[in-house]
């Protein structure tokens, strides 16, 4: 049986009321990107985030998340997400991309604040990235946007 990874106690996750919270989302498979985003912005409004202190930035394509992010990171937010979809092709490229902008965000949040949640799906083919965004494996948003509650509140 496929398992929603997207299930989580409502209860245990506190209001996020007064968080300042950017998205950094990647125009490159936007048609997953926006299912992404999406995600993330619906449970954060579930969880009292005013919209106003939400801010989405878009980037052309996941490489330049990274960037984005440590723009972010310079402004007023309490966290930032990042959202991208790298989809498995031909060559090396997937490889790459994937390897350097996890290793990237990893490097924003130690030697940077505020947090960094990583929400960049890394995918064989297209239906993968279909059933992590809203699909048999839930959404990566709604988990990425759950994890970006939770840091916060770390540092609260
Ligand atoms: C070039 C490229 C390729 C081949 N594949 C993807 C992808 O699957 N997902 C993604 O987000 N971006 C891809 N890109 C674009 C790079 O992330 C980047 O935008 C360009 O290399 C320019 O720096």
Not at 4 to 10: A, P, Q, W
Not at 72 to 101: L, M, P, R, W, Y
Not at 121 to 133: G, K, V
Request: proline share 2%; glycine share 8%; aromatic share 8%.
């Amino acid at each position: 049986m496929k398992k929603n990874l997207s299930e989580y106690d409502l209860d245990k996750v506190k209001s996020g009321k007064g968080l300042r919270i950017a998205l950094i989302v990647s125009e490159w498979n936007k048609n997953i990107t926006d299912r992404l985003y999406n995600g993330a912005i619906k449970t954060l409004l579930k969880h009292e985030v005013n919209v106003s202190d939400i801010k989405k930035i878009n980037v052309p394509g996941s490489f330049e998340l990274v960037y984005g992010a440590r723009l972010a990171q310079k402004q007023k937010f309490n966290v930032i997400i990042v959202i991208g979809s790298i989809i498995k092709g031909e060559t090396d490229h997937f490889d790459f991309i994937s390897q350097s902008i996890s290793n990237s965000i990893a490097m924003l949040n130690t030697n940077d604040f505020p947090p960094v949640i990583f929400c960049v799906l890394t995918d064989n083919n297209i239906n993968q990235s279909i059933n992590r965004s809203g699909g048999e494996y839930g959404n990566k948003g709604v988990e990425a946007a759950i994890t970006a509650l939770r840091m916060a509140e770390l540092d609260s």
